[in-house]
């Protein structure tokens, strides 16, 4: 409150007597929240197949950028892929959190698919284009989100 007795809600110059309307930028973030929980998804199920059938990929695991047995990258997948939709369900909430997590997973899961390229590479390379994609939206226009989130 300020000394007048108005409500910074009511001191905000922007502020005309109800929300503030959204921009149409606000889209890009859902758009940003819905790829995450959908590159959770694809990071779950590359898991799964490294997991229960190692001889699905085209090389052996020596041939891979970093030699991990298929487990551990199936590990690593899926575990990537359970936070990327935690956090993508979180960006649809309007968590700021859930933005942060969002990116920063968003740029591992790029660079993991970065290394198991030669493995999958058609694949990786959707992924990777999906990961560069979340992380324009969840970058490039938040603070739209937090304005609308703050009313």
């Known amino acids: 409150m300020s000394d007048t007795g108005q409500s910074s809600a009511t001191a905000d110059p922007g502020y005309a007597g109800g929300p503030p309307e959204p921009t149409r930028w606000v889209g890009m973030i859902v758009f940003g929240g819905i790829m995450l929980v959908l590159l959770g998804f694809f990071q779950g199920i590359q898991g799964l197949i490294a997991l229960f059938n190692d001889t699905y990929y085209l090389v052996t695991p020596n041939g891979l950028v970093l030699s991990f047995d298929y487990t551990v990258w199936g590990w690593i997948h899926l575990l990537l892929g359970i936070v990327a939709m935690a956090a993508g369900f979180g ?14 997973l968003a740029v591992l899961s790029a660079i993991v698919n970065f290394v198991f390229f030669s493995a999958y590479p058609i694949w990786s390379t ?5 990961d560069v994609l979340v992380i324009y939206a969840l970058t490039v226009h938040g603070r739209e989100v937090r304005d609308t989130d703050r009313y």
């Open 91 to 104: 960006v649809l909430a309007g968590q700021t959190w859930a933005r942060a997590v969002g990116v920063i």
């Open 126 to 130: 959707i992924i990777i284009v999906a």
